[in-house]
Nanobody, 119 residues
């Protein structure tokens, strides 16, 4: 069974930086893409960033473009989300997700890690 585990969340002041990490485990894991989502209190989960495994293409939401960077390990199944110039509106639970090869959408989710940005 494939599992995702996030780490790196915490409390930071506005303008600061954090780096989130997500590692996939499971003997049969093979990814088409991995990404990050977030959910703020009282709001729906929203897309943050995505990285395709085959060609490395990246996609970002407009709200984080230019501030956040998604990257991956060259070998293995770990992705990162470098978050710079954080804003209070970035406060949310951040989730790692994977779209396995053959799946039409993200089909594996992590438990989430809290990011809190104080003003």
């Amino acid at each position: 069974q494939v599992q995702l585990a996030e780490s790196g969340g915490g409390l930071v002041q506005a303008g600061g930086s954090l780096r989130l990490s997500c590692v996939a485990s499971g003997r049969t894991f093979s990814a088409h893409a991995m990404g990050w989502f977030r959910q703020a209190p009282g709001k729906e989960r929203e897309f943050v960033a995505r990285k395709r495994w085959a060609n490395g293409e990246t996609y970002y939401s407009d709200s984080v473009k230019g501030r956040f960077t998604i990257s991956r390990e060259l070998h293995g199944h770990r992705i990162y989300l470098q978050m710079n110039n954080l804003k209070p509106e970035d406060t949310a639970v951040y989730y790692c997700a994977a779209q396995q090869i053959g799946a039409s959408t993200y089909n594996v989710w992590g438990q989430g890690t809290q990011v809190t940005v104080s003003s």
